[in-house]
């Protein structure tokens, strides 16, 4: 995975981009009709329920646009809201409270819906060893945000991006000549680079593991579109040789089963694909 030194960066250049993106040459709407000494108090507002997610994220918001902004939490990231709950309270310039206020509600919003949708996929897990990973099925630009609110939500992060980990799956094998082929060109190519990252190898079949199996090194499998039955005997072929992983279209009706199947992992681009967003809103307060 990547440092935290790493993820903050991914953040500031979220909140440089999205805010150049919204305010460009200046919010003129502000602009025109507000003085700039003005100053102002305003409530962010739920207007839903679920996992709230995003608060840390807001905070950084604010402080980019206005450090001198004033945040009162009343709500942490993490933490169950229903329609009229007050998340945070923020005071200061309201031309700066006006310029945030679009960037904080959608990463709120949609950050608050992914944390709610992994909340839902582990509450169906309770009492299995079992753990849900998000994938890279993100939004381009934003996949430090949608990560995070799943860590929120209680789930795992699977690899960043493509330099964070090595995952060989079927076109990989394919245009490598083969399962073997792929993995020893990976480990050679790994030592070359001095690369310590770790190597997860998909499989199609139970062959496929067998052969998986016949080579060191690889930290998971990934037991692709498989069915029940086969993920049990995958899962008994693997024994503690490695990590297991399964994936391919699991969703709510059927995640419990492939986790009774004995699987370490569960992955699921879901979470970050196809979600809705929370109702959240930036009111004014008299």
């Not at 100053?39 to 646009?65: N, P, R, S, T, W």
């Not at 692709?224 to 391919?248: H, P, W």
């Not at 959240?280 to 008299?286: F, H, R």
């Amino acid at each position: 995975m990547i440092s935290k030194e790493q993820f903050n960066k991914e953040l500031e250049l979220i909140i440089a981009n999205a805010i150049r993106e919204d305010i460009g040459d200046g919010d003129h709407t502000s602009l025109s009709c507000i003085p700039s000494d003005a100053e102002g108090k305003a409530k962010l507002l739920v207007k839903d329920e679920g996992i709230i997610a995003g608060v840390e994220f807001a905070k950084m918001v604010f402080a980019y646009v206005d450090k001198n902004l004033q945040i009162e939490t009343l709500i942490a990231d993490g933490e169950k809201v229903k329609y009229g709950d007050i998340v945070l309270y923020v005071s200061g310039k309201s031309q700066s409270i006006l310029q945030a206020e679009r960037l904080v509600l959608n990463a709120m919003q949609r950050m608050s819906a992914i944390a709610t949708k992994t909340n839902s996929f582990m509450n169906l897990l309770e009492g299995t060893k079992t753990k849900v990973l998000d994938t890279r099925k993100t939004t381009p630009g934003i996949r430090a945000l949608e990560k995070w609110a799943v860590k929120i939500g209680g789930g795992e992060n699977h690899r960043f991006a493509l330099y964070d980990m090595v995952m060989i799956k079927d076109n990989h094998i394919d245009f490598a000549g083969g399962i073997t082929q792929a993995i020893t060109k990976t480990k050679t190519y790994l030592a070359e680079k001095s690369l310590d990252i770790k190597i997860i190898v998909e499989a199609r079949s139970l062959e496929e593991i067998k052969e998986i199996l016949a080579n060191e090194g690889v930290y998971r499998i990934l037991i692709d579109n498989f069915n029940y039955e086969d993920t049990r005997k995958a899962v008994t072929l693997i024994g503690d040789k490695c990590l297991t992983e399964s994936s391919g279209g699991i969703n709510e009706k059927t995640i419990r089963n492939y986790a009774e199947c004995g699987v370490d992992f569960i992955s699921s681009g879901a979470l970050t694909h196809s979600v809705y967003n929370m109702d959240l809103s930036l009111k004014a307060v008299e």
